[in-house]
């Protein structure tokens, strides 16, 4: 039996969804990263980073949402290409959304939301590569289904992570602007796995009050500074 170590954070998500997807049977360990858990001995074990999701898959420990994402379908053969030229295309928005989408949204979130005093300059930086990022991304879903071509890939379900978290980023026109990205989320949403992903976040309660505990549980390095 696998064990998703598991706070309802895009990144948790994803891997919630390939599980979902691959119907695979899995516990899940709750880490509440408001109350700084993330840092116990106990889940430092298994991701040395403190950051989840992490995976422990009969004895085999994956941390790196992207990495349990490849880890999961290279071992069961699914949602990655075979072809080489195929796995390549998906390799590559799969790193973007890893590279660019991720960490651009991570910030603009911290900036807009959690950062201690008003910056602008950071505020602007990080919402505008956020929205470069998505434009390329629109540009790419307008001429194909999914991400790698026809076929639906891991590649999908990390931009689906951090697509459903829009919102904070872009208030209530969400992704208005990136109408192909748009209608990928529509397309998303209707798939039982994803349904479940959310049913599964729904069932676990979270501390959700951004107090003193909580700012030294995110940011330890502020508190320490």
Not at 48 to 53: A, E, I
Not at 69 to 74: D, S, V
Not at 119 to 141: F, G, I, Q
Not at 158 to 169: D, T
Request: no cysteine; hydrophobic share 45%.
């Amino acid at each position: 039996m696998m064990n998703l170590y598991f706070h309802a954070t895009p990144n948790s998500m994803k891997v919630a969804v390939l599980l979902y997807e691959l119907n695979l049977p899995f516990d899940v360990t709750p880490i509440d990263i408001f109350k700084g858990e993330q840092h116990l001995p106990a889940f430092r074990a298994v991701n040395p980073n403190g950051k989840v999701p992490a995976l422990v898959d009969d004895g085999v420990i994956v941390f790196d949402s992207h990495a349990i994402l490849l880890y999961l379908a290279e071992k069961h053969g699914r949602f990655i290409p075979s072809a080489l030229s195929r796995k390549a295309e998906m390799l590559s928005w799969l790193h973007l959304v890893a590279t660019g989408l991720s960490p651009y949204s991570g910030q603009a979130i911290h900036f807009l939301h959690y950062a201690p005093e008003d910056l602008p300059y950071a505020k602007n930086r990080y919402v505008k590569e956020v929205e470069r990022t998505y434009a390329v991304l629109d540009k790419r879903l307008e001429s194909s289904e999914w991400l790698a071509g026809d076929d639906y890939t891991v590649a999908d379900m990390a931009l689906w992570g951090w697509a459903a978290s829009a919102g904070y980023i872009f208030g209530e026109k969400g992704l208005r602007d990136f109408p192909a990205v748009q209608r990928f989320m529509t397309v998303m949403s209707e798939r039982p796995a994803v349904q479940q992903a959310l049913a599964l976040k729904a069932a676990h309660s979270f501390k959700a009050v951004l107090d003193a505990e909580t700012r030294k549980a995110l940011f330890p390095q502020n508190a320490n500074g």
